[in-house]
């Protein structure tokens, strides 16, 4: 258990609609990070926020976005979904506010099927 | 831009036998390594880890994996697997501590007995 977690386990939706992806860091990380893996494009790195603020943005495509919270958990909204968006979403977190913690631990992710 | 070769798509072993998976990266200086290991319908788990310092690093599980400058690699060794090593492995690099991770296309690990 890298004591990352995200909700929900499998989502199954329509085209056209909208869905929430949660995550919650480990206790103490800061980063959060979003990576999208498919079996076209692989593992895709989409956005990172640190401590509430938008740090980097990797392949995000604009019909998705993201968010953390003061509490530090963080949502990734994907909103008029195609079919092609159907991949499993995964979550890290890394110890961007102490020592020298630099490793990312991965959620178990989420599922999305887009039907 | 930063990039990952994993070479072997799908590589069989015999159980008991020495495993070597390859990783090469393209990069200026040298980044933050990592390899991670994904079974079936997992996530992700990180085996090991190289920031600086020794070039041979030992992870979790049994594994260890060599930096080599000179080759830009940063090999994935395990001297005798077991059936609960198949999975896919893949190597990540970053330019940085805290930063994304750019990952290879992953090497799928078959085990036979």
Redesign the interface.
Known sequence: D?GVTQTPKHLITATGQRVTLRCSPRSGDL?V?W?QQSLDQ????LI?Y?NGEER?K?NILERFSAQQFPDLHSELNLSSLELGDSALY?C?S?G?GRG?S????????TRLTVT | AQSVTQPDIHITVSEGASLELRCNYSYGATPYLFWYVQSPGQGLQLLLKYFSGDTLVQGIKGFEAEFKRSQSSFNLRKPSVHWSDAAEYFCAVSPFGNEKLTFGTGTRLTIIP
């Open positions: 890298s980063s990070y990576y692989g593992l895709q790195f990172q640190y980097a990797g995964f890290a890394s961007g020298f630099y490793e990312q631990y991965f959620g178990p992710g």
